[in-house]
């Protein structure tokens, strides 16, 4: 058995049977070995910028890593945005990183590139398979490294991959997730039994629907507001949970969230701090009377956490629930506002909304909030481009689930060419294009950081459209069925008809 | 004097005129700035990989370096393909990578990672700017430092950019290009002198005209043969100058064309290596008993170096120069040769041609060889994704000149959205792309390496046709004019077409 035979079999065993690909001349023996072990499901993607988002959409979804199979330093570079944004979501993820053969490897071959320095910025773990006889081993510790979250880069020399001699390798015993000492629910709770205005602060495994049961519980026994992080991973919303506010992306607005607040207690989050620093704003928005308390951290039993502190501070309580509502289909104008509208009236039970709506998503929280049960992915390291590729990552996660993806123009760009992978993999993915031609959240943080020049060349950089961008044009050139809103009617006519058809559609929202 | 305004001036001082932007939150001022700087054409991008791609074209074009305006690590990130291309072509270039301002970074916000552990795996020269009072001076040094070829990349937190107290700096000199000592030049002599059998290894300034011509009168004066890089940054070509070999990229025909050769002398070329290690074949064609000699290296004066060998070793002799020829206008099934005959017939003078039609360029550089002068920008560091921008560079920098971009179609999907900019910018330049429906490299590669299986599930992972990708539709949706041809006379008439009319064009060459 070779190496990259050893490899598949040993990610499989070990749980990992889905791989997002872009592979090169050095990942042929990989993509040879995929027909010898056919468990492993190879997603081609077109640019892998595709494949790191859809393993981090997959991740959120199912809790488990998908791999990635990236062509050397290059391949990983073009990966890298979306690797940022789930190493911020501490989603689990193999990469799989081919190289030259450790031969070749001296000779400085055009391809040559460093790299392990540039996998070590996003990696929790990074190793390169020296022989053969190890690869399997260190497939099995790269997938036991990151059942907490995080991402594991294998660096596979193609000579390793090709050569004989290779074993296949044992699951190693994952780590399970470290428990909050009981100490620091008692503390919690004797601060909520105090008088003091309080915050629970939710992220990571306190916004799944058991998290914020209990955090429910605990609000109605205590009086703590909850709150959840701008942009959690993913968060369980929808009639029947807790109506929970996230924190204001502005920092005014996030400042005004929090004010008079005397604790914030942190639940499968980190302290709130602003996207961005702007002249003359304090870097966080968090009082500076307030005091910061730990229940658990990101990547810790938070769930465990708080339902032992409801059982504490707020035995008797029962969570407050949102009972179900939809927003009235509206008609006219298609505003920002009247497209969440219309989301909020026609999202079906049990959908995964993908949110990369940023400035288009006005309303969006508010008029989904009684909606079916669905889940909600964010931006979480806001490198821009996630929303398409964690939308098929997703899809492949969830292939009886409808996915609804909400897409800035701007941002769609990025990693357009995921469109293909939609159609290829026949996914059920919606993708609604908030098409206002221009990169509006930049216009406005322009004047938000009290830049003097607002002249015509400063403008222009900021406007997409010159020329316009055909959404419908690029989505059937890539197999996706495409249409055009420009009303309220237009954008419910043709959601509910993508919605009553399986595989992939995209609407281009034309918004006032 | 904000940072931004004295940056951008200082950069326009040091010859530094044209910025290739996809700027985000932190670079605002950075774009507010470009008001007060007229001399700085920025360029706008949709995605970072072409705003660093068109930097490297602009800068093979011109000599000189583009600036490039990048948001954070993750922009960077996206910008690192073409970063590596740029690199292994040793094209100057600056990058203005955007970071948080300083009281910012320690808060560890979404977008932080470590954007200086990524920089120094492109770049010669890299510096963090750390005050206002600095970024000026910082500038100029990063111009100077790069003005041998390298890449630059300045760090720019938001504040240094946006505070007051900055001032303009002055040019520093440029280090002059090293000169090759008359040793040198008499020791390569000196072997050319004898009987054995010798190629003249030419890449960098030996690939301009008046480069190849004084390689040409050595040729014709010494009996060496002349042979190029297989994927020379800017190769002069053309009726008038030496015919001179590309060394091939197969690794067998590559040692084959070195077959029996005794001396190898690099002229601004590093010896030779393939592109990837193979299972049983060395990693270099270089034969065993052939002796490696160094004229220039790349970044040294090897123009001056080869004019005095030919003074020295060849002093009467006249370089063999290829007489004006042009294929005919073939007719009927569009295959590649088909194709690169259309090109070589109707090739215009003075045409830049960004070459990435990888398998698909069978015949090119024979069928053109004889066409008017031109220039050939090629693939330098194999990833993939480099032509559509880099014609945006040419274009911009050399804009009364016709591009003619030769796309590989899997290619193409990387920097898609390079269209775009073509069209925002009016280019010049006329895209044909090598429609074959596949990754064909990858299924050459696959049998290449001697993969066991060659699948079902293999096969599909390297197959682009389903769904097919629509490129007219592609183009038609970013504002790029766009045709489809499926014979050889049709690809004929669209290309006179295209060329007749100034702007952007695409025609889809589905080939057979």
Redesign the interface.
């Known amino acids: 058995m070779n190496g990259a035979q050893a490899l598949i079999r040993t990610l499989v065993d070990a749980g990992v049977d889905v791989c997002f690909?872009n592979?090169?001349?050095?990942e042929?023996?990989f993509?040879?070995?995929?027909?010898?072990v056919?468990e492993m499901r190879?997603v081609?993607t077109?640019?892998e910028?595709v494949a790191t988002g859809a393993a981090d959409g997959y991740a959120r979804m199912t809790g488990r890593p998908a791999a990635t199979l990236l062509h050397l330093?290059?391949?990983m570079?073009?990966g890298?945005?979306n690797?940022?944004?789930a190493r911020?979501g501490r989603a689990p993820m193999v990469n799989v990183v081919g190289d030259?053969?450790r031969?070749?490897k001296r000779?400085?071959?055009?391809?040559e590139?460093?790299i392990d320095?540039?996998a070590?910025?996003?990696s929790s773990w990074v190793r390169r398979s020296l022989a053969p006889a190890d690869v399997a081993a260190d497939a099995a510790e790269a997938v036991a490294a990151i059942a907490n979250g995080g991402i594991a880069t294998l660096v596979l020399p193609?000579?390793v991959s090709?050569e004989e001699g290779a074993e296949v390798a044992r699951p190693l015993p994952a780590r399970p997730r470290p428990r909050v000492a009981p100490s620091v629910v008692e503390e919690v709770a004797a601060v909520l039994a105090g008088s003091e205005p309080a915050v629970l602060f939710l992220g990571a495994d306190a916004v799944t629907e058991d998290g914020l049961l209990a955090a429910g519980q605990v609000s109605a026994g205590t009086g703590a507001r909850l709150m959840t992080e701008t942009?959690p991973a993913r968060t369980a919303r929808g009639a029947g949970l807790p109506d929970v506010a996230r924190l204001p992306y502005p920092p005014e607005m996030a400042m005004a969230a929090l004010a008079g607040t005397k604790h914030l207690v942190l639940a499968g989050a980190?302290a709130p701090?602003?996207?961005?620093?702007?002249?003359g704003v304090p870097?966080?928005p968090v009082p500076e009377d307030c005091t910061v308390h730990v229940l658990s951290e990101p990547g810790e039993d938070g769930g465990a956490a708080l339902r032992a502190l409801a059982e504490l501070a707020a035995p008797d309580a029962r969570p407050e629930l949102l009972e179900a509502s939809r927003p009235e289909l509206p008609t006219g104008e298609l505003t920002p506002r009247a497209m969440a509208a219309v989301i909020g009236a026609l999202l079906p039970e049990r959908a995964i909304v993908v949110d990369e709506a940023l400035t288009s998503g006005v309303g969006l929280m508010e008029l989904t909030s009684g909606a079916p049960r669905h889940d909600w992915l964010a931006l979480?390291?806001?490198?821009i481009?996630d929303g398409l590729p964690m939308a098929l990552g997703a899809a492949v996660a969830c292939p009886d689930r409808p996915v609804i993806g909400i897409q800035a123009d701007?941002s769609a760009?990025?990693t357009?060419?995921a469109l293909?992978s939609h159609?290829?993999e026949e996914a059920d993915i919606t993708t609604i294009v908030c098409d206002n031609g221009s990169y509006a959240?930049?216009q406005h943080?322009?004047s938000?950081?009290?830049?003097?020049?607002?002249?015509?060349?400063?403008a222009?950089?900021?406007d997409?459209g010159?020329?316009?961008?055909?959404?419908?044009?690029?989505a059937?050139?890539?197999?996706v069925p495409a249409s055009r809103a420009t009303t309220a009617e237009e954008l419910a006519d043709q959601l509910r008809a993508a919605l009553a058809e399986p595989g992939p559609h995209l609407i281009d929202a034309v918004l006032r």
Chains 1, 2 share one sequence.
């Open positions: 690909a592979p090169g001349t050095s042929m023996h993509v040879a070995a995929l027909d010898d056919p190879a081609l077109l640019f910028g330093g290059p391949g570079g073009n890298l945005a690797l940022h944004n911020r030259h053969a031969s070749h000779l400085d071959a055009p391809l590139s460093d320095a540039v070590g910025t996003f193609a000579d090709w942009f980190t701090v602003h996207f961005f620093g702007y002249p870097g966080h979480t390291g806001g490198a481009g701007g760009m990025y357009i060419s293909w159609a290829r959240i930049l943080e322009l938000r950081v009290g830049a003097a020049g607002d002249g015509e060349r400063a222009k950089l900021l997409l010159g020329p316009g961008l055909d959404f419908v044009a690029l059937q050139g890539m197999g």
